[in-house]
């Protein structure tokens, strides 16, 4: 008897877990955001996950809002739902529609990081140890009961890296819990009430950086927002973005100081900031040695 397994997600995040449930099960349905125009130029751009069901004929819908695919999805009697980075909360009269529910691939150990951006958060915050979970999805946030979890190092990593790794890690345990609800073994545990934290959305507020806080804050937050949407500070009038930087020891009178040109060391809150890779607005991301050959930096910023 065939099983109705529809999957549900958008960015290359989501895209390693579809490949890997397309190998070992047939999905009836892959559902993504619409295309979206580019930044510049008026073109559609598909996401990744369109891109992947078409280059492997599966059915694809893209709709604006889940619900406008109601009558579809109640007609194809959907057993199970693979929910990955969709991009849209689900309602409770979609989630009525499958008999398994909607199972999540959830970005960050719940209860900590409910919420859009688990990864940039845990990062920002100091975390050193993250990982996936695989949940049920109910109406309340990220709050169903948890099927598995499974941690990582996040020590050091950028954004990107993590997200990687993370997407990996999902795509490697979501196969043996779709077999483990399909035949009945799924043995979910409520969360904790306790521990509960919230990641919410990267804001223009949350990606500049502030040399009054402290230089080892401001390396993860440069950490946090690499390779997107990218930490910057304004310098004459122009938002200058940094994707690598390490703490330096040397100190200035106040922050917000160039301490060394060359070396582009800029006084913190307790010690200094040393930039590794810089971008100007338009251009291309530059080690400092290549950046500093066509830019000249005065003492303050």
Not at 12 to 29: D, G, Q, T
Not at 90 to 113: D, M, Q, T, Y
Not at 121 to 148: A, F, H, V, W, Y
Not at 285 to 290: P, S
Request: aromatic residues 6%.
């Amino acid at each position: 008897m065939s099983t109705n397994i529809i999957f549900m997600g958008t960015p290359e995040f989501s895209v390693p877990a579809l490949r890997e449930i397309h190998k070992n099960f047939k999905i009836k349905c892959v559902i993504s955001q619409p295309p979206r125009k580019a930044d510049r130029g008026q073109k559609n751009l598909k996401c990744p996950v369109q891109i992947f069901a078409e280059q492997n004929n599966l059915i694809i819908k893209t709709p604006h809002k889940i619900e406008d695919e109601y009558n579809y999805l109640e007609k194809i009697n959907i057993d199970l739902a693979i929910v990955v980075a969709y991009g849209q909360i689900i309602p409770s009269k979609i989630l009525a529609l499958s008999k398994k529910g909607f199972i999540n691939i959830h970005a960050s150990l719940l209860p900590k990081w409910r919420g859009a951006a688990p990864i940039q958060r845990s990062i920002m915050s100091g975390e050193n140890i993250t990982g996936i979970t695989i949940m049920k999805i109910e109406e309340k946030l990220d709050s169903g009961p948890i099927l598995m979890s499974k941690s990582i190092s996040s020590k050091n990593l950028t954004y990107g890296n993590l997200e990687k790794d993370l997407s990996k890690l999902g795509s490697e345990i979501i196969i043996d819990c779709i077999k483990d609800i399909l035949d009945g073994n799924a043995n979910y545990k409520p969360q904790d009430k306790f521990g509960v934290s919230y990641a919410k959305k990267i804001t223009k507020v949350d990606e500049k950086i502030n040399w009054n806080n402290s230089a080892e804050n401001i390396i993860l937050k440069i950490n946090a927002l690499n390779p997107k949407p990218g930490a910057y500070f304004d310098y004459k009038n122009e938002k200058i973005k940094v994707y690598a930087a390490k703490v330096s020891n040397l100190k200035a009178p106040k922050p917000g100081i160039i301490i060394d040109k060359k070396k582009i060391i800029i006084s913190c809150k307790d010690k200094a900031v040393e930039i590794m890779e810089l971008q100007r607005s338009g251009k291309k991301i530059l080690k400092k040695d290549n950046f500093i050959l066509g830019f000249k930096f005065d003492e303050k910023i």
